[in-house]
């Protein structure tokens, strides 16, 4: 055979199979990301129960545990959590425990990251590595330079369902011990950087405060929780710019449009004017 034809022919047929391939990656992808997200939620819950066990004051926090408030509206590859200082030296040994590996992140003097990295256990997967970020309170914000330590106290016998992302998990759930609505929405809004995932899970826990389950969730707790902590004048910036000035400037729209592929719901834009409204000048005073 003519060499010439042959590699002409090895190389359509490479073609023809990267062709294949980018057709079936999106599924692919989903699948990976299905199975991460499946093996992360599977982590946490065994984080929670070690902490249970060893009484470690461990609390989720981010994107799986704005869930628990929003419902699972995006899918998210890190598990964030908080753990209070005097048990920090224990973490290490719970990430080594179930396969993560470790490094120390030190964001300023005071504050402190530790992070955990675990790889898919199969290539084939083509989903990301698991990320486990766990602050070592208070929670510290390098964007703002603005740190909020948490009542682990609220949260010692507070417990929410969390349910997955993606269908083939949406029988899977988990019981998580995490931060209460008005510390993850504190949280979530007293970044100074701008990301559309928070606002889409900010949205999602107002929503929940103020119309879903209004008795879990306190618009004076939330002011109380930001003046007793020295964040009244830069979360009240925050909550105009992000909230008040994201529904005149369409921002919020964008964001969902982002993640949820629409626009905000008359009842959603109904619940943000009302939770500004309540916030913002009792945050002036």
Not at 114 to 132: H, V
Not at 145 to 151: D, H, I, S, W
């Amino acid at each position: 055979m003519d060499n010439r034809l042959k590699g002409s022919g090895s190389r359509r047929y490479v073609e023809i199979e990267r062709s294949r391939f980018e057709k079936q990656r999106p599924l692919l992808e989903n699948l990976g990301r299905s199975n991460q997200e499946r093996q992360a939620m599977y982590d946490i819950n065994e984080m929670m129960v070690w902490a249970r066990q060893n009484k470690v004051r461990l609390l989720l926090m981010g994107g799986y545990a704005a869930r628990a408030y929003s419902g699972p509206t995006r899918y998210t590859h890190d598990i964030d959590m908080v753990v209070h200082s005097e048990d920090a030296r224990k973490i290490g040994l719970m990430l080594k425990n179930l396969g993560y590996k470790r490094k120390k992140l030190r964001l300023s003097n005071e504050n402190v990251i530790i992070l955990g990295r675990k790889a898919n256990k199969s290539k084939k997967d083509c989903g990301p590595a698991t990320a486990a970020h766990i602050s070592v309170s208070p929670i510290y914000d390098a964007s703002s330079a603005v740190a909020y330590e948490p009542k682990f106290s609220l949260a010692s016998n507070y417990e929410k369902e969390i349910f997955g992302f993606y269908p083939e998990n949406g029988s899977f759930s988990m019981q998580a011990r995490l931060l209460r609505p008005e510390e993850l929405l504190i949280v979530k809004l007293m970044m100074k950087k701008i990301r559309s995932k928070d606002l889409v899970d900010s949205i999602g826990i107002i929503r929940y405060g103020m119309c879903v389950v209004p008795a879990d969730f306190s618009t004076n707790e939330f002011v109380g929780l930001i003046k007793e902590a020295g964040m009244a004048e830069h979360m009240r910036a925050m909550i105009i710019c992000k909230i008040r000035d994201g529904l005149d400037n369409g921002m919020l729209d964008e964001a969902m449009a982002a993640y949820l592929d629409r626009k905000l719901s008359p009842g959603e834009k109904d619940a943000l004017i009302e939770f500004a409204g309540n916030t913002i000048p009792y945050l002036d005073r």
